[in-house]
């Protein structure tokens, strides 16, 4: 199943796995693809496949906490869709203030886009001091652009 998802490039899902991974699946992981040609290809196995860009792996796997090993962790993206009570406490006074109080969830709203716009502007200033400190040619303490900024 796998081989042919990474051929043609179909999703396969691989269930209930455990913290370990089957060692065969280090090169899908590591996308360990090669040019032959115009052809994008993978060793899988004892098989050279031919690969498809479109391919997508997805685990799961119902423990709750799992650990896996760096190696692992660097070439996947986890995703925990466990359900918690403060989560869903969370989610119901939402919906429960956007109902009783529609100005209150509005005013909460626009204050998270005004935290989400400094986040990025912080980001943006501290970039562009990076920037001027790596490209001056002259001490922090003898340049008044650098320290204006």
Do not use: C
Not at 21 to 48: H, W, Y
Not at 67 to 87: C, D, L, R
């Amino acid at each position: 199943e796998i081989e042919h998802g990474i051929t043609f490039g179909l999703p396969v899902l691989l269930k209930d796995i455990g913290e370990s991974i089957d060692p065969a699946l280090e090169p899908v992981l590591a996308r360990s693809t090669r040019k032959v040609g115009k052809r994008i290809v993978l060793n899988f196995g004892d098989k050279e496949l031919d690969w498809s860009t479109d391919f997508k792996l997805f685990l799961t796997t119902r423990l709750s906490s799992p650990h896996y090993t760096p190696e692992v962790s660097m070439k996947t993206s986890i995703i925990n869709f466990s359900v918690v009570q403060e989560g869903l406490e969370a989610q119901l006074l939402g919906t429960i203030v956007a109902s009783e109080m529609p100005a209150l969830e509005q005013q909460s709203i626009e204050t998270l886009q005004s935290l989400d716009v400094n986040k990025k502007q912080v980001v943006e200033l501290g970039d562009a001091i990076l920037r001027l400190l790596s490209e001056s040619p002259i001490s922090l303490l003898d340049s008044t652009q650098l320290i204006d900024a």
